[in-house]
């Protein structure tokens, strides 16, 4: 089946850890991206890669950092910089076309201990 | 000012009845439109796109009207199924692949 998986599905970080979330598309989309989502917020993008070895950064990028090494993989590294990274993070990937419609994977929700 | 926004609800319906809610988006450069369904700690789905004449798809029905810079969701003869939060999702035409998401309109529907 083609999809987009995230792990882990629930990831526990003390204060001051770099914490790496994975997502991988098997949709051979070249576009891809990462947002944060928190209680009563639209979702927020952090970082997006329109092509491998390419990435730009999104509205709320402070904290975070991305590589895209690989077309099927961008993984999303929440430093010690980041001041409220507990959150739900999503990752998505774009099909071209006439709606670029986005796919999203089924989120890791981060909480900060 | 956000660049779209939505009523957060809870718009709460009773089943079989016919339930209609609407989001603004501030930018007039806005392209394409999007509703996404998303249920309670999952990801968003996307539910329909929302083309200029307005569509449907079932019991959904979207409209556009780009005068008044808004777009709506109406949704028939309302199932327990439907109850979710559903995300109004822009894009411009000057940002390729990025998309302006609404924080989401919560409905409930009641037996």
């Known amino acids: 089946d083609g999809g987009i998986t995230q792990s882990p599905k629930y990831l526990f970080r003390k204060e001051g850890q770099n914490v790496t979330l994975s997502c991988e598309q098997n949709?051979?989309?070249?576009?891809m991206y990462w947002y944060r989502q928190d209680p009563g917020q639209g979702l927020r993008l952090i970082y997006y890669?329109?092509?491998?070895?390419?990435?730009q950064k999104g509205d709320i990028a402070e904290g975070y950092s991305v590589s895209r090494e690989k077309k099927e993989s961008f993984p999303l590294t929440v430093t010690s910089a980041q001041k409220n990274p507990t959150a739900f993070y999503l990752c998505?990937?774009?099909?071209?076309?006439?709606?670029?419609?986005?796919?999203f994977g089924p989120g890791t929700r981060l909480t900060v201990l | 000012r956000k660049e779209v926004e939505q009523d957060p609800g809870p718009f709460n319906v009773p089943e079989g009845a016919t339930v209609a809610f609407n989001c603004t988006y501030s930018n007039s450069a806005s392209q394409s439109f999007f509703w996404y369904r998303q249920d309670c700690r999952k990801e968003p789905k996307l539910l329909m796109s929302?083309?200029?004449s307005g569509n449907e798809d079932g019991r959904f029905t979207a409209q556009l009207n780009r005068a008044s810079q808004y777009i709506s969701l109406l949704i028939r003869d309302s199932k327990l199924s439907d109850s979710a939060t559903y995300l109004c999702v822009v894009k411009r035409s000057d940002s390729w692949g990025k998309l302006q998401f609404g924080a989401g309109t919560q409905v409930v529907v009641t037996p």
């Open positions: 949709l051979n989309h070249d576009a």
């Open positions: 890669s329109q092509i491998v070895n390419d990435f």
């Open positions: 929302v083309y200029s």
């Open positions: 998505a990937s774009i099909e071209r076309g006439t709606t670029d419609t986005q796919y």
